[in-house]
């Protein structure tokens, strides 16, 4: 029986894919996976098909043809973090599965502020109103990495943070993380309001003092813009 492969695709960049990663993919008849996933893989002859709403169809998919065809599953990062791993498991019996991980964008961001990332405590602000909960984060945490999106975007956060009377921490955003137009900007919620950003971002907020240096170069010149 052939196994449904969910596979962490990394940050962006082929040059933050795993090597097994490259090799089973090569193999598939199918690539299932979002419009970015599959673009970063368009020279591969297998059928593609993009992940939309509502997700019963991706799930009727796989159940139809995963014993003739070899299927592979994209998901941007790793598995274990806010992707579809968890709703095709809830759905389709485990043992078809084979999960390989992934290199987060967090994992990248906390690497290019170089910080440890084993006490930072992650959220996900897509496709949800969960902002109380990045509010009890932050009010008894020293890091929180949140994957954002296009309701929720860094200068709304920041905004929501200065709401709250939450002034006192060090915000780092990263854009296009892998890619070369790559950026990271840090400053503070008052700082990080008045700019604005990319659709691909993830952040990083810390107390202040949890980093010893600040990337102002590309922040300055934005607030001077």
């Not at 955003?173 to 309001?193: C, H, M, R």
């Given at each position: 029986?052939?196994?449904?492969?969910v596979?962490g695709?990394?940050?962006g960049?082929?040059?933050y894919l795993?090597k097994?990663?490259e090799?089973?993919?090569?193999k598939?008849?199918?690539?299932i996976g979002?419009?970015?996933?599959?673009?970063t893989?368009?020279?591969?002859e297998?059928?593609?098909?993009k992940?939309?709403?509502?997700?019963?169809?991706?799930?009727n998919?796989i159940?139809?043809?995963?014993k003739?065809?070899?299927?592979?599953?994209?998901v941007?990062?790793?598995?274990?973090?806010?992707s579809l791993?968890n709703?095709?498991?809830?759905?389709?019996e485990?043992?078809?599965?084979e999960?390989?991980?992934g290199i987060?964008s967090?994992?990248l961001?906390a690497?290019?502020i170089?910080?440890?990332?084993h006490?930072l405590?992650?959220t996900s602000l897509?496709?949800?109103?969960?902002k109380?909960?990045?509010?009890a984060?932050?009010?008894k945490e020293?890091?929180v990495?949140?994957?954002?999106?296009?309701?929720?975007?860094?200068?709304?956060?920041a905004e929501y943070?200065l709401?709250?009377?939450i002034?006192?921490?060090?915000i780092?955003?990263?854009e296009?993380?892998?890619?070369?137009?790559?950026?990271?900007?840090?400053g503070s919620?008052?700082?990080i309001?008045?700019?604005?950003f990319?659709?691909?971002?993830?952040?990083i907020?810390?107390?202040?003092?949890?980093?010893?240096?600040?990337q102002r170069g590309d922040l300055d010149?934005?607030?001077?813009s």
């Amino acid at each position: 029986m052939n196994k449904v492969y969910v596979l962490g695709i990394g940050p962006g960049s082929k040059d933050y894919l795993l090597k097994k990663t490259e090799k089973i993919i090569e193999k598939m008849d199918v690539l299932i996976g979002g419009s970015r996933a599959l673009e970063t893989f368009a020279e591969q002859e297998a059928k593609k098909i993009k992940i939309t709403l509502p997700l019963a169809e991706i799930k009727n998919y796989i159940l139809d043809n995963f014993k003739q065809q070899k299927i592979a599953v994209l998901v941007s990062g790793d598995p274990g973090l806010y992707s579809l791993l968890n709703y095709l498991k809830r759905q389709i019996e485990a043992d078809i599965f084979e999960v390989i991980p992934g290199i987060s964008s967090l994992q990248l961001a906390a690497s290019r502020i170089q910080i440890s990332w084993h006490d930072l405590r992650i959220t996900s602000l897509h496709g949800k109103d969960n902002k109380e909960e990045l509010l009890a984060l932050l009010n008894k945490e020293s890091k929180v990495g949140i994957f954002t999106d296009n309701k929720f975007s860094p200068p709304k956060i920041a905004e929501y943070l200065l709401e709250n009377n939450i002034v006192d921490k060090t915000i780092c955003v990263f854009e296009n993380l892998s890619y070369p137009d790559e950026k990271i900007t840090v400053g503070s919620a008052a700082e990080i309001k008045k700019l604005s950003f990319s659709k691909l971002t993830v952040m990083i907020i810390l107390d202040r003092g949890e980093i010893d240096f600040k990337q102002r170069g590309d922040l300055d010149e934005r607030m001077e813009s």
